[in-house]
């Protein structure tokens, strides 16, 4: 038996693995990245980034390598009656102007999962391919863990810390004894991927919640290839011909099916952890959370679980311990996943409901979707961009509304984004105030905003007006765009470190 270690070692290299690798790497740390399978999956699984998960690669420095494989699924076409035009919701023409990605984003998980390890790799560390976790201890200040390679070799690696990155089924969350309440709805869908030769517009996907059972038609990157899910009966197993006569009777589509790349059955429920964490064991992703695929939050909410832990761990290393900030990993993520379970729940449970109430859902879906105003909440709350996290000691005061949530985006006076101007791997002041030696404007006499040593104008105050931000204050932000505490600066850097215990210098 061999012994060797890392500072973390990360068990599971799905998307939220690799994306914790990454970003302990950026974060300064050593880390090992184990995975049972024996090579990188080839199933296109989870189809859909958003926008807020998209600003995390952004973050990484790997967005680019992702839009470069996917498409934009700008528009949602739902169809609720047979004679009547589709409401369309145009995610173009919504109020997207605090991000740069104003769509979802249609990329197979697959795929996704090739980027990751393609920026795992340039930072140096490769997957261990075919490495199982078989058994683990903690001990004082690290992690013992007992793995079998794909020689069937044992080593005993040694880690300061140890996440649970390993899917539903986590091996991680067995041996640390942490239980999953496990909710099955009692619904099946079935999904396939399938080549077709029609025309659907670029980057539209279309909804039929029709009398016979729901139908969702979506985009992928590859011309002729359409992601199916059906609502279907328990039980049913579907080939090419059950396709194309399903995909017919619910919306009177000829569908000519050449192909399935790719299909599936599953019945849907949810799950979440009791405990995200037990003393120097984390679990993240489907480890943690389960949740039904309706609306593509699950492998979205894992890769933000990674964003997040990152940050605290390193804070955690330069203060020499800042517990309150690890404890918030659980506090913060473990209810902003209870709430996406209980908004995708709802979703299903409406797109499966009984066969007796399915034509008054669809004259409400109408009338509802047709308003602006919901169908931007209905755009940005699937992109994640106006999602909450739970509160925790490490917030501040809920009372000012973004606090706890992200901080908006906008264009800024010199051409940049307001993102562009926080750090990636610390805490940034933004101080709003007049000040006089602003970038590129030495001069200027009126509001701006400081950002450390520098700053840029605000020409009217429009960005501190559209985040309610008052003059003389400060916006503490974190790396992960979060806006942790609002307040008097100096105030707030004594209330801070009185709070959590962390110096402000290990921020």
């Not at 949602?76 to 984003?105: G, Q």
């Not at 079998?148 to 005993?156: H, I, L, N, P, V």
């Not at 039929?208 to 279907?232: D, N």
């Not at 950002?451 to 916006?475: I, M, T």
Request: charged content about 25%.
């Amino acid at each position: 038996m061999s012994q060797s270690g890392a500072d973390v070692l990360i068990v599971g290299a799905g998307p939220t693995g690799l994306t914790a690798g990454s970003e302990l790497i950026r974060h300064g740390f050593s880390v090992r990245v184990i995975d049972s399978k024996p090579s990188p999956s080839r199933l296109s699984k989870a189809l859909v980034l958003h926008a807020r998960t998209m600003e995390v690669f952004e973050s990484m420095g790997m967005v680019d390598r992702v839009l470069d494989t996917g498409e934009r699924f700008v528009a949602l076409n739902v169809h609720t009656h047979a004679k009547r035009p589709p409401v369309r919701i145009d995610l173009l023409k919504r109020n997207w102007h605090d991000t740069r990605y104003p769509f979802w984003f249609s990329i197979p998980q697959c795929e996704t999962e090739r980027c990751l390890v393609e920026h795992l790799e340039s930072l140096g560390v490769r997957v261990e391919w075919g490495t199982e976790l078989r058994e683990l201890s903690q001990h004082g200040n690290g992690v013992s863990a007992r793995v079998t390679d794909a020689s069937g070799s044992t080593q005993e690696l040694e880690a300061d810390w140890l996440l649970g990155c390993d899917g539903s089924q986590s091996r991680t969350r067995e041996l640390t004894g942490i239980e999953m309440d496990y909710r099955p709805y009692g619904i099946e869908f079935a999904l396939a991927d399938a080549r077709a030769d029609v025309d659907l517009g670029t980057g539209e996907g279309h909804v039929f919640p029709t009398k016979q059972g729901a139908l969702m038609i979506a985009p992928t990157p590859t011309e002729g290839l359409f992601r199916l899910i059906a609502h279907v009966e328990k039980g049913a197993q579907l080939g090419i011909a059950d396709w194309a006569k399903l995909v017919f009777e619910r919306t009177g589509l000829a569908f000519d099916i050449q192909d399935l790349a790719w299909h599936s059955h599953f019945r849907l429920g949810h799950g979440l952890a009791q405990r995200y964490r037990h003393e120097r064991v984390f679990l993240l992703g489907d480890a943690a959370h389960v949740q039904s695929p309706v609306g593509g939050q699950g492998l979205n909410t894992g890769i933000q679980d990674a964003h997040d832990l990152a940050w605290r761990l390193a804070t955690d290393k330069r203060a020499g311990g800042a517990e309150k900030l690890l404890d918030g990993y659980a506090t913060e993520r473990r209810p902003f996943a209870e709430r996406v379970i209980r908004y995708t729940s709802r979703a299903t449970r409406m797109l499966a409901a009984p066969r007796a109430i399915r034509p008054f859902r669809n004259k409400l879906a109408r009338r509802f979707l047709g308003f602006t105003v919901l169908q931007e909440r209905f755009g940005r709350g699937i992109g994640m961009l106006d999602s909450r996290c739970g509160g925790s000691e490490t917030l501040g005061d809920f009372s000012r509304p973004w606090v706890g949530r992200r901080l908006p985006n906008p264009l800024l006076w010199n051409g940049q984004r307001l993102h562009d101007r926080i750090d990636d791997l610390r805490h940034t002041a933004v101080d709003f105030d007049v000040v006089d030696d602003l970038d590129g404007a030495a001069a200027w006499p009126g509001p701006g905003l400081r950002f450390g040593e520098g700053g840029l104008p605000d020409p009217g105050g429009v960005v501190a007006g559209a985040l309610g931000a008052r003059p003389g204050e400060r916006w503490l932000v974190r790396p992960d765009r979060i806006v942790a505490e609002i307040g008097e600066p100096q105030a707030l850097e004594a209330k801070f470190f009185r709070e959590i215990g962390c110096p402000v210098a290990a921020l």
